[in-house]
């Protein structure tokens, strides 16, 4: 197993999600709200300045974030997100990682997409088995 060390970085991913991302997203997971593929409506009904990005997609990233880092047979033991603000078509989106807590082979680590002025849009923990 590589060193794992408290405080360390998992490599980070970035998106810039556009209006062919969020369509072919939301087409497959069977979403119709109006706020991922309708501008005028976002903005005229529900106040946004573009239209969003989904919060499943943002939480997709972080696991994705989380299999490119883990190997072989490594085990996902527990993984959860939340969102707290919103991202909008046209931002720069990360998708970053930190290891919280090493404990025999478990490993804690916290989980966050982050725009482009750095302000957290999602965030998570998950824990894994290394092996």
């Known amino acids: 197993m590589p060193l794992i060390e408290v405080g360390q970085a998992l490599p980070e991913r970035q998106y810039t999600p556009d209006t062919v991302h969020l ?23 529900e106040g946004h300045p573009a239209l969003l990005v989904d919060g499943p997609l943002q939480g997709d990233w972080l ?29 720069v989106l990360t998708a970053k990682g930190e290891i ?23 965030v998570g923990r998950a824990t894994v088995r290394k092996t």
């Open 63 to 91: 696991t994705q974030l989380l299999y490119d880092w883990m190997q072989g047979a490594d085990e996902l033991l527990a993984f959860e997100y939340s969102n707290r603000r919103a991202a909008y078509v046209g931002d």
């Open 23 to 45: 369509f072919l997203y939301n087409a497959a997971i069977w979403n119709a709200h109006r706020i991922h593929y309708d501008l005028a409506y976002a903005q005229q009904n």
């Open 100 to 122: 919280l807590t090493v404990e025999g082979d478990c490993i804690t680590l916290a989980l966050q997409v982050v725009n482009q002025q750095g302000q957290a849009t999602t």
